[in-house]
């Protein structure tokens, strides 16, 4: 782990209700699940013993069902929510320490947050509603406009600052709500299920834009979501939450090779393994014949399956000058039919 990462939750317990410290007494003992304290406290535990960081420059995805926990966490990385216990630290910062005035720096310039719906003043320009947070500022009127015509040429929006929001489609509003927290140049972005509320296409083409994006701004995002191929396609790491704590920490890869519990497994099962098996997951011991094309061990399945295709024989799989091992295409087939197994 970094020294200081830009986000870091340690422990971190949300309980709601009025015996919320009698709820965390017990539960921390292990006496009580998030349906026992409802029963005996009257108390409803959103987030249980939650740790995680979050690495400069990736996403991170947060996913689960509804009543998880997962937009509960994100809310106490700009304390939006206080926690009931537990430790929140913003580029090696603790949240929870802030006074005031550095409360609000924190949300207007390392933090910028997007929402399911995004909340536009019908009465201001689309330029407007995106330099909004750096007028609150008191930033001048043009550097303030060249921030946002900045963020939503960024965005696929150049050209559109004064138009109105309601000459805008759903999905072009959401581009807005993104362009309004890019303005201030944060840090960290935070995206609560940014994409749900979206037409399927729209809604995937959102999310090849971003990745784009976040590869050309290197900002650290924390993405919420409950759409676990959403996760999959825009998390660099997921944590899966259930009943407000954190099943698994991983790469998508592993988290679909190697589930850490029955829940995560469940969860997954359903998932197509193939493109997340790599050569080294798939290949044999043994010298590979004389003239076989070479990959090293990371070289995703496709890749191979191609090699395949071309006309290869066997495939070399190789660590710089070491072989460590060897591909058939009988090794790939077998591969194919246990994933047709899962599904």
Known sequence: MNENPPVHCENLWKIFGARAEEALAAAKAGEVDKDEAFKRFGCVIGVADASFSVNEGEIFCIMGL?????????????????????????????????????????RARTIGMVFQHMALWPHKTIAENVAFGLEVQKTPRNSRRAAADAALEKVGLGGWGERYPDELSGGMQQRVGLARALAADPDILLMDEPFSALDPLIRK???????????????????ITHDLDEAMKMGDRIAIMKDGRIE???????????????YVARFVSSISTLKYISAVEIMTAGEPAAGSP????????????QAFTDGAGELAIKDGDKTLGKIRSADILEAVKIDLARV
């Open 66 to 106: 509804s009543g998880s926990g997962k937009s509960t966490i994100i809310r106490h990385v700009n304390r939006l929510i206080e926690p009931t216990a537990g430790q929140v630290h913003v580029e090696g910062r603790d949240v929870m320490g802030l006074n005031p005035k550095e409360l609000r720096n924190l």
């Open 294 to 305: 070479e990959f090293g061990p990371s070289t995703p399945l496709p890749v191979l399956l």
């Open 205 to 223: 083409d959102l999310q090849d834009e971003f990745l784009k994006l976040s590869r050309d701004v290197k900002k650290t995002t924390l993405f």
């Open 248 to 262: 698994q920490t991983d790469t998508p890869e592993n988290i679909v090779l190697r589930p850490a519990t029955d």
